[in-house]
């Protein structure tokens, strides 16, 4: 990474519209591991061990690792825990994300909000790009991508290979303002 290149950093909240991003801690463990292993919702994810400590002792490696950001979303009004979402894997101006995971029945402003939230936190970091991938079986996360402008330029037998353009993300960020109108609000404290 050289000297100008965007890093990712944690931040202990990130301020929505109607959502908020928590940073991850060991005790939101039983949460994520439940969302992880719901049949329904994690069936495009990597296997996850049954004992929820396994959630636990990634959440305590997490905590030192100062090359991603996972966040539990939550409701802004609430409080509920809604789902997760990781930034990891910076690029130069490029970072990756994931592992996001919303709640069954949730409205669809929630993805999408969440979504452009990642993206308004990226960008605060100084990052202009995003790449990331979605397994094909998951075709309504990359249909979800690909309406929010994504290109697929990939793909090998289990994932389609995405790239976010500058372009591309500044005029999805535009397009879907209402969700986000008044951007993001980080706190790091």
Known sequence: MTPDAPA????ARVEGHR?????????????????????VRARFLSAVPPAVEAQAAWLRRYARDDTQAYFVVTDAGSGERLGTVRLYGARGDAFSWGSWLLKAGLPPHCAIESALMVYHYARGL???????????????????????????????????KYTLAPEALSAALHRYRRYLPQGVRVLNE
């Not at 790009?129 to 309406?147: D, G, I, L, P, T």
């Open 8 to 11: 990712i950093r944690k931040a």
């Open 19 to 39: 959502l908020v991003f928590l940073d991850a801690r060991e005790d939101d463990a039983a949460f994520i591991h439940g969302l992880r292993t719901d049949p």
């Open 126 to 160: 100084g990052f202009q790009s995003a790449y990331f991938e979605v397994r094909r079986e998951n075709a309504s996360v990359w249909r979800f991508h690909e309406n929010f402008g994504a290109q697929r330029v990939g793909e090998d037998a289990e994932q389609f």
